[in-house]
T-cell receptor
Framework: EAGVAQSPRYKIIEKRQSVAFWCNPI?????LYWYQQILGQGPKLLIQ????????DSQLPKDRFSAERLKGVDSTLKIQPAKLEDSAVYLC?????????????FGDGTRLSIL | GENVEQHPSTLSVQEGDSAVIKCTYS??????FPWYKQELGKRPQLIID?????GEKKDQRIAVTLNKTAKHFSLHITETQPEDSAVYFC????????????FGSGTRLQVQP
């Protein structure tokens, strides 16, 4: 089966600019996650979607980050305006069903560098 | 919320030796514990997982053990090979309430040929 697709793979922007990332989950996977992975750390959840509804966005910096999954399939994550501390890899993951205790499959991520 | 601690942060072993990575978690309601392998610049890949109704699970050279009473779980890799070199992450999640995975900080495993 095709895996989780993400684009772009790399993005370099200056601080205060905006950026958007795209994710297409594995076909049929109802749950989609966005994680932020800072160099040398484990992934940290930003937002979790169940179909097109938000399940958990408690760790999303809502003053600058937004995400949507309008048709319950692919998703976009946006940062506006970007700060230096947003430099990280942004990983998208998906899983079947409704529980979070199901295997999550990750995409290759988008490496964001803020100048 | 959940807190997952992982150690050691780095581990170097000789090819053919065993490697053990340990994690502890704080939320007694957590019931799902996956392990991911991440090679440099690549996606985290699920290598094994365990649920709280099971104490041990094996898949060829990899095994995971879970002690719910002590709230810790461990990854065991036997007969290590150079291609096992990577960063390994443990994680935990619960089925109700806040259900997302909480990851440990990672262990960099280096297998010396």
């Amino acid at each position: 089966e095709a895996g989780v697709a993400q684009s772009p793979r790399y993005k370099i922007i200056e601080k205060r600019q905006s950026v958007a990332f795209w994710c297409n989950p594995i076909s049929g996977h109802a749950t989609l996650y966005w994680y932020q992975q800072i160099l040398g750390q484990g992934p940290k959840l930003l937002i979790q979607f169940q179909n097109n509804g938000v399940v958990d966005d408690s760790q999303l910096p809502k003053d600058r980050f937004s995400a949507e999954r309008l048709k319950g399939v692919d998703s976009t994550l946006k940062i506006q305006p970007a700060k230096l501390e947003d430099s990280a890899v942004y990983l998208c993951a998906s899983s079947e069903g409704q529980g979070s205790n199901q295997p999550q499959h990750f995409g290759d991520g988008t490496r964001l560098s803020i100048l | 919320g959940e807190n997952v601690e992982q150690h050691p942060s780095t581990l170097s072993v000789q090819e053919g030796d065993s490697a053990v990575i340990k994690c502890t978690y704080s939320d007694s309601a957590s019931n799902y514990f996956p392990w991911y392998k991440q090679e440099l610049g690549k996606r985290p890949q699920l290598i094994i997982d365990i649920r709280s109704n099971v104490g041990e699970k094996k898949d060829q050279r990899i095994a995971v053990t879970l002690n719910k009473t002590a709230k810790h779980f461990s990854l065991h890799i036997t007969e290590t090979q150079p291609e096992d070199s990577a960063v390994y992450f443990c994680a935990a999640s619960r089925f109700t309430g806040r259900r997302a995975l909480t990851f440990g900080s990672g262990t960099r495993l280096q297998v010396q040929p």
